[in-house]
């Protein structure tokens, strides 16, 4: 299993409120991701990085945004909560070797915004 | 741009019971990841495939990749409560750029 963490596991929060998610990994691996998963169906990706002052916008419309400052951090941030933000958010991150580039996840935070 | 799907979007079998979950993207593929989430849990690697028309086997799971490396496929033997969770397949395009993950499809298992 690979080293990648997320803080929060879980966060209950009043509308409005900014947040940060934190994401970090250990194994110094340029790419990372953050996915959003409501539970059982199908992961969207709203946000990646392929280094250090790197940041894209994924398939799925996102009022969040990101920053890379270091390779093992990619914290992602709502600068005002709504209930719509309820969800999973699952950061991964992968390093591209020959014809792989497996991506490995983080435990995920529960988000609901009341 | 490339899409990837998955069918079925559900499967239920009784215990015991063979599983097949189907991946087709719209362009060829360089290679495709196979991963599942278990209720609760987050997705986990479970293997790649790389060659037109590869076989690889894990225990009970056999992993199929197309000779026109498009689709996929993963057959699960003998099926146990174990094997329960969401099964993504994740194709990566011919210009190794982003990988793109299927919907998902969600097994359950019946004892």
């Known amino acids: 299993e690979a080293d990648i963490y997320q803080t929060p596991r879980y966060l209950v929060i009043g509308t409005g409120k900014k947040i940060t998610l934190e994401c970090s990994q250990t194994?110094?691996?340029?790419?990372m991701y953050w996915y959003q998963q409501d539970p059982g169906m199908e992961l969207h990706l709203i946000h990646y990085?392929?280094?250090?002052?790197?940041?894209e916008k994924g398939d799925l419309s996102s009022e969040s945004t990101v920053s890379r400052i270091r390779t093992e951090h990619f914290p992602l941030t709502l600068e005002s909560a709504r209930p719509s933000h309820t969800s999973q958010y699952l950061c991964?991150?992968?390093?591209?070797?020959?014809?792989?580039?497996?991506?490995?996840f983080g435990p995920g935070t529960r988000l609901t915004v009341l | 741009g490339q899409q990837v799907m998955q069918i079925p979007q559900y499967q239920h079998v009784q215990e015991g019971e063979d599983f097949t979950t189907y991946c087709n993207s719209s362009?060829?593929?360089?290679?495709i990841q196979w991963y599942k989430q278990r209720p609760g849990g987050h997705p986990v690697f479970l293997i790649q495939?790389?060659?037109?028309?590869e076989v690889k086997k894990q225990k009970r799971l056999t992993f199929q990749f197309g000779e026109a490396k498009k689709n996929s496929s993963l057959h699960i033997t003998a099926t146990q409560t174990t094997d329960v969770g969401t099964y993504f397949c994740?194709?990566?395009?011919?210009?190794?750029?982003?990988?793109?993950f299927g919907p998902g499809t969600s097994l359950s298992v019946i004892p």
């Open positions: 990085s392929y280094g250090v002052n790197s940041t």
């Open positions: 495939l790389v060659k037109s028309g």
């Open positions: 991964a991150s992968s390093e591209p070797r020959e014809n792989t580039d497996t991506q490995y």
């Open positions: 362009t060829t593929l360089s290679n």
């Open positions: 994740a194709g990566q395009g011919t210009s190794y750029d982003k990988v793109i």
């Open positions: 194994m110094g691996h340029d790419k």
